[in-house]
């Protein structure tokens, strides 16, 4: 098996194949990273440029120990101190890292299309260099969806994650997914998956016209919660995502934590084994309460963190032009 996508710039067109073949590598990426020396040679040479449009601690962090484990060199770009301050526009700055001789291009931005106008511009140089979308506006979170699809799987079969694992499993996502790149990019994943997926929030943060957000499929949207719990084996809960809010959508953040919070009565209503999913960072008490947030025996939120380092390896060992590890 050969990986043949130079960019990965969303999961809507991402084929079964090729999330079984990023589930795989993760899992032999995993198996690295309880090693001793949890670092192998498989990009010494490449070059990884972290642009950073966006400011980000966790997903930057782990993008970045993702590279240095695999021995490549990585450049990180601070846009506070960059040419841009200076009146450089992205594209040229983006060119600037291409003429160093980059190989892999890393790009968050609080726009969405950014990552798709440098991919295409690549494209049109006909450059070998891969783009790789690490959330682009209200776009796509490609990485966390496919490291949140390797957790769920992992759970289930720590052995050997699939995607068939999933099927007709009943997975709530709740919260904010208005303006959510992780929710959309959960979706797609969990949809070709073949997994139940029920939507939850407000009214105000969950529009009617995401239950015909992927083509062909009707997804279940709920402003209420208990329906969308009831059963539920797996709970995803999003961030409020205050800062892209351009109204006000809610009248306290109490409110929204008293009927959309997730507490352990409320888990309740779940499957008895039902496990609790988590992006980060967590606004505690309010999308989750400490409880349960405190509780491994219900949350598989430092798994999301670790996992997220084995997945950003695969994906960049696959983009570095590597084939399916033995």
Same mark, same amino acid.
Request: aromatic residues 0%; proline residues 0%.
């Given at each position: 098996m050969v990986w043949q996508r130079q960019h990965v710039l969303g999961l809507a067109d991402f084929t079964p194949e090729e999330y079984q073949m990023v589930l795989q590598t993760s899992a032999s990426f995993q198996e690295v990273l309880t090693r001793r020396l949890p670092k192998v040679p498989t990009l010494q040479g490449k070059v990884v440029v972290t642009l950073f449009f966006e400011p980000s601690t966790r997903t930057r962090s782990s993008f970045e !120990?993702?590279?240095? &484990?695999l021995s490549a060199d990585v450049l990180n770009f601070s846009p506070g101190t960059s040419s841009l301050s200076k009146g450089e526009t992205l594209l040229d700055t983006a060119r600037t890292f291409l003429a160093m001789g980059s190989d892999l291009l890393i790009v968050r931005h609080a726009q969405a299309g950014v990552p798709q106008q440098l991919a295409a511009e690549i494209d049109r140089r006909g450059s070998p260099? +891969?783009?790789l979308n690490a +959330?682009? +506006? !209200?776009?796509?979170?490609p990485t966390q969806g496919l490291l949140d699809l390797f957790t769920l799987c992992?759970? !289930?079969d720590p052995r050997r994650p699939r995607l068939e694992l999933l099927q007709g499993i009943k997975i709530a996502i709740v919260g904010d997914i208005l303006h959510s &790149?992780?929710?959309r990019s959960d979706i797609y994943a969990l949809v070709a998956a073949g997994a139940e997926v029920h939507l939850a929030g407000p009214p105000t943060l969950l529009p009617k016209d995401f239950a015909q957000f992927v083509p062909g499929h009707t997804l279940p949207v709920h402003w209420q919660l208990e329906p969308a719990l009831e059963g539920a084996r797996f709970v995803i809960t999003l961030r409020l995502q205050q800062e892209r809010m351009s109204e006000y959508l809610l009248p306290t953040l109490e409110e929204y934590h008293h009927f959309f919070g997730i507490t352990r009565q409320r888990l309740r209503l779940c499957h008895p084994q039902v496990k609790v999913l988590h992006p980060g960072p967590v606004n505690r008490g309010v999308e989750l309460s400490s409880e349960v947030m405190e509780d491994p025996g219900l949350n598989l939120i430092e798994q999301q963190v670790t996992h997220g380092v084995a997945v950003r390896m695969a994906l960049l060992y696959l983009m570095g032009g590597g084939r399916i590890p033995a």
């Open positions: !120990l993702a590279a240095k &484990r260099v +891969g783009v +959330g682009d +506006g !209200l776009h796509e979170h992992s759970h !289930l &790149r992780v929710a």
